[in-house]
Each structure stands twice: as C-alpha cells, then as structure tokens.
C-alpha cells in the first residue's frame, strides 16, 4: 500500500506535508496518521487519487498545508550576488544545484522540482521562483524520484565512510595506548601484534 500510495504523489520532496519527503508520508497515509489531503503540488486531483485507493472520501485541501498548487515554478540564483556558502546544495532533495564553496552556484534548471527548499536556507536572499514552462506534476514523478533515492543513497554511502574512517582512527589510537600502556593490550592477538608492531616503528629513528 506505501508503494501504490508513494506512486500517486508528485515526487516535488517539498516537504509541505509536513514529512521530509514524498515516502515518508506515503507511510503516514497507509498507516492512518497523515490524512490524503495533505499534498499542495498533488492538488485536487491528488486527494481524488488517494480517495480512490485508500477508500477514504475526498476532503478539502487542509490548509495548514497551503493550497492546490496549479503552476509550477523552477528556482534561479542571481549569481553575482551568490557568496558560494553551499547551504542551497544541503537542502536540494533532487540535488539540483551545481557550485563549490566559495564558487558562484546555478541551478539545473530541468533538474528542479519547484520544492523551494532552498529560498530560506540561502543566506543573502539571492534565489527566487520563476514559473516552468510547464506543470511538472504529475509527469515528472519519476524523474524527481529518482534524483532524489540517487541523492539519500550518496549521502547514506558518505556518512558510512565518514564512520569507517572515525572507527578506524579509534583503533588507531586504542592501540597506540596498549603500547604504551601493557594493561590497555587488546586482547585480539592480532591487535596486539599490530599494536606492537606500529610502536616498535615509531621508536626506530
Ligand atoms: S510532493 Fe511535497 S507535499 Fe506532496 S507528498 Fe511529496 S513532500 Fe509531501
Ligand atoms: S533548486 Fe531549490 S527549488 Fe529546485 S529542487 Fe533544488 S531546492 Fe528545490
Ligand atoms: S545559499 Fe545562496 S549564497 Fe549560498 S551558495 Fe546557495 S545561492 Fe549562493
């Protein structure tokens, strides 16, 4: 049901439902916690659409969440004011940005699912909407799906590495102290070798 519920929705991971992203509410839905109206760029036709998977009946945009949305929009930067601080490529869930830090920062234009995440994280105000040529919804689903999976599962593969290299500099350091410190020895026999082994080199001039 998560699936078939996530496939109806727009995709835009503009977070106006009150969830981080499209799935995340998908999930709300199929488990009774979020209502089916609750998807601005879904609109009207999105509440009919979950109405008739979910059996639920159809309801009013909640307002909380703002309104149908009818036009879609894409973001451009005025480059020359941009400062390069990267904050606008931290928030893109369809890493439509392109820059460095300290580097002018452009947007993919046919990247951009309109979300607007990025508007308040730009600290110098230099990122507006402009309307798309056409509406993305609901054809560009896919395509903003999978920028966005493309996108978790790099960030999920840096924060493994960033782990490893922490993990690693733990053992490091670990065993540094069992060689100057018998009663800190590792009990693994190869740590201990290991250990022993990097002290004798670091005593040989
Ligand atoms: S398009 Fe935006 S409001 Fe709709 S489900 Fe996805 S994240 Fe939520
Ligand atoms: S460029 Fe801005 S509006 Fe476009 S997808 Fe990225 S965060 Fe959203
Ligand atoms: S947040 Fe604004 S200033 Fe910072 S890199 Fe993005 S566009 Fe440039």
Same mark, same amino acid.
């Given at each position: 049901m998560? @699936? ?6 727009p995709?835009?991971? +503009?977070? &106006? +439902? ?10 709300a839905?199929?488990?009774g ?6 998807c601005p760029p879904?609109g ?6 979950l109405? %008739? ?10 307002p909380?969440?703002? *309104? ?6 894409? $973001?451009?930067?005025?480059?020359? *004011?941009?400062?390069? +601080? ?8 369809? @890493?439509?940005?392109l ?6 920062h452009? *947007?993919? !234009?046919? !990247?951009?699912?309109? +979300? ?8 110098v @105000? ?6 798309a040529?056409?509406? /993305?919804?609901? $054809?560009?689903?896919? =395509? ?6 493309? &996108? !978790? ?6 924060a493994? !590495? ?5 993990? =690693? &500099?733990k ?5 540094? %102290? ?6 800190? $020895?590792? /009990?693994?026999?190869?740590?201990? $070798? ?12």
């Amino acid at each position: 049901m998560i @699936d078939r519920i996530d496939a109806l929705l727009p995709q835009t991971q +503009c977070q &106006r +439902c009150g969830y981080p992203a499209c799935r995340p509410y998908a999930e709300a839905v199929a488990g009774g916690v979020a209502g089916i109206n609750q998807c601005p760029p879904g609109g009207d036709e999105g509440i009919a659409a979950l109405a %008739a998977l979910t059996g639920k009946p159809v309801v009013p945009m909640n307002p909380v969440n703002g *309104v149908p949305i009818t036009q879609s929009f894409v $973001a451009v930067i005025d480059e020359p *004011v941009c400062i390069g +601080c990267t904050k606008c490529i931290q928030v893109c869930p369809t @890493d439509a940005i392109l820059g460095a830090s300290q580097l002018m920062h452009t *947007v993919i !234009e046919a !990247e951009c699912s309109g +979300c607007e995440l990025c508007i308040p994280a730009c600290p110098v @105000d230099c990122i507006a909407m402009i309307p798309a040529p056409q509406l /993305s919804m609901p $054809a560009r689903a896919p =395509q903003f799906r999978h920028r966005y999976e493309q &996108r !978790e599962r790099r960030l999920a593969r840096i924060a493994d !590495e960033r782990r490893n290299v922490h993990e =690693q &500099r733990k053992a490091l350091l670990k065993a540094r %102290a069992a060689a100057s410190d018998p009663s800190e $020895a590792p /009990s693994d026999p190869v740590a201990r $070798a290991l250990a022993a082994a990097r002290a004798k080199a670091s005593k040989t001039p």
